[in-house]
């Protein structure tokens, strides 16, 4: 299953930002486990565009993190993508939102809402955490002592 970690920045964040370096460091380790990339959309719209061209076999299975999504634990998390990969999904998108959120059509075509919990995190920092629990999902699910359970 490919995963593809999407962020939503109207400005390109830069490359060479400590967070930016941080998400690519979590990219390129869970590549170690299951093909996985980062893309930075410019708006909503775009990336909505993007997962409905994706062509696929399957249809592209959407996570939105939002305030007011699922808190999941990582073991959770985890879980949920061992269970969309084993049912044959081919496409993994999770995606870090809009600073003013998400549109009811964007929470309508998600499959999941996550929370990070109820803090606010900056939207970098989020990039970063949802990084880190993608390459702590595959870890989990590939019995690497990473997690450690806690």
Not at 5 to 15: G, M, N, Y
Request: aromatic residues 6%.
């Amino acid at each position: 299953m490919k995963i593809l970690l999407a962020t939503i920045s109207p400005r390109r964040a830069l490359a060479s930002s400590p967070a930016m370096t941080l998400l690519e460091g979590y990219i390129e380790r869970s590549g170690r486990y299951s093909p996985a990339t980062h893309r930075v959309f410019v708006n909503e719209a775009a990336l909505l565009s993007f997962v409905e061209d994706t062509a696929s076999r399957t249809r592209p299975v959407l996570l939105l993190t939002d305030s007011r999504g699922k808190q999941l634990s990582s073991g959770e998390l985890a879980a949920e993508v061992g269970c969309l990969r084993d049912a044959g999904a081919q496409t993994l998108i999770l995606a870090v939102g809009p600073a003013d959120g998400w549109s009811a059509a964007a929470l309508k075509r998600a499959d999941l809402t996550l929370a990070f919990g109820r803090i606010t995190l900056p939207h970098e920092l989020a990039a970063v955490v949802a990084a880190e629990q993608i390459y702590r999902a595959l870890t989990i699910l590939a019995g690497h002592p990473y997690h450690c359970g806690h």
